[in-house]
């Protein structure tokens, strides 16, 4: 038989947080979406970059469209040490680029995120990505692929929905760890 637990795990710990750019608790196709078109209306409003729309394409055997955003490099220097957090929210949007080449060729070959160290100097984006390349369902009008590429060309995020179904029907005791049906 099978063991199930469950951790209550702050969503911005370390446990928790870790290999990812966001805690579960913003993790939803929903967010994703308002991410992409926050940055939109933002760039819209400077009047900066741009948004393209492609072909026809099928992808995870459904048919859809392809859209691509590119946003200008746009942000500021920030000292990690600086502030109660300068790379906190209204303070920058994207991936940090920390400006210490050594560390930073290693993110790069993407073997460890760049951490900002006391002393290193990072540059913070105003945009979340720059460039966003979705691909949306033509039934659904979802996207059912999602690549954010940083500042520098470098994929940062990438999102598949295969399956994806709307308007299943969930109830809130699918949604509860006391659910007894669960079994833990």
């Known amino acids: 038989m099978h063991k199930w637990f469950v951790w209550n795990l702050d969503p911005h710990a370390m446990l928790a947080m870790d290999e990812t750019h966001h805690p579960i608790t913003e993790v939803s196709l929903v967010q994703l979406v308002d991410r992409v078109l926050d940055n939109v209306r933002r760039a819209r409003a400077k009047g900066v970059g741009s948004l393209t729309f492609g072909g026809k394409e099928t992808l995870f055997g459904r048919g859809g469209r392809t859209c ?4 200008p490099g746009d942000g500021h220097d920030a000292d990690p040490r600086e502030g109660p957090n300068p790379l906190g929210p209204g303070q920058g949007d994207g991936p ?5 080449p050594s560390r930073e060729s290693d993110a790069r070959a993407g073997l460890k995120p760049t951490i900002p ?5 990072v540059f913070v984006p105003e945009f979340y990505a720059g460039r966003v390349v979705l ?3 033509e039934a659904l009008h979802l996207p059912i692929q999602i690549d954010l590429y940083d500042h520098e ?3 940062y995020e990438h999102y598949e929905h295969h399956d994806l179904k709307v308007n299943v029907g969930l109830k ?3 949604f509860d760890p006391k659910n007894p049906a ?3």
Do not use: H, N, T
Request: glycine fraction near 12%.
């Open 135 to 137: 691909w949306i369902d």
């Open 153 to 155: 060309g470098a994929l």
């Open 172 to 174: 809130p005791i699918e």
């Open 68 to 71: 691509r955003g590119d946003r």
């Open 96 to 100: 940090i680029d920390v400006r210490d």
């Open 182 to 184: 669960y079994k833990f």
């Open 117 to 121: 160290q006391p002393g290193d100097a």
